[in-house]
């Protein structure tokens, strides 16, 4: 959703060695079927807890994209095929990186 700029910015930031995409224009968020999340989605107990903790350790940033879009985590396989997915269920659900790695290396091992 980031243009390339940020998302070269937060990929230098992780010390990613894998492939990032910028989807301005959201054509995967809709192939992957990632929602605009609703009013109950962005504000509920969770995300505002999760919100004020995240603001805490991180600072209030500028929204990078559209604020009102769920997260999803995807892990492709060299060959093209999704091998693991995680679709965000409101704000506050994030894909955990040790599910993410986990994946990665499983992906890898098939190819």
Same mark, same amino acid.
């Given at each position: ?7 070269? *910015?937060?990929?230098?930031?992780l $010390?990613?060695?894998?492939?990032? %995409? ?5 054509? @995967? ?6 929602? /605009? ?5 962005? /504000?509920?107990?969770?995300? @505002?807890?999760?919100?004020? =903790?995240?603001?805490? $350790? ?5 929204? =990078?994209? !559209?604020? @009102?879009? @769920?997260?999803?985590a995807? *892990? %492709?396989?060299?060959?093209?095929? =999704?091998?693991?997915?995680? $679709?965000?269920? !409101? ?6 990186? !040790? &599910? %993410? $790695?986990? &994946? ?8």
């Amino acid at each position: 959703m980031a243009s390339p700029g940020p998302a070269s *910015v937060f990929k230098a930031k992780l $010390r990613s060695p894998h492939v990032f %995409i910028a989807d301005e224009a959201r054509k @995967l968020h809709a192939e992957f079927g990632v929602e /605009i999340g609703g009013f109950s989605q962005m /504000i509920n107990p969770r995300t @505002l807890v999760r919100g004020v =903790v995240a603001t805490g $350790r991180h600072g209030f940033g500028q929204p =990078v994209g !559209d604020p @009102l879009s @769920l997260g999803g985590a995807f *892990v %492709i396989a060299p060959n093209g095929a =999704v091998t693991w997915e995680q $679709r965000a269920k !409101d704000a506050a659900h994030n894909a955990e990186p !040790d &599910a %993410i $790695r986990k &994946a990665l290396l499983a992906a890898k091992e098939e190819a």
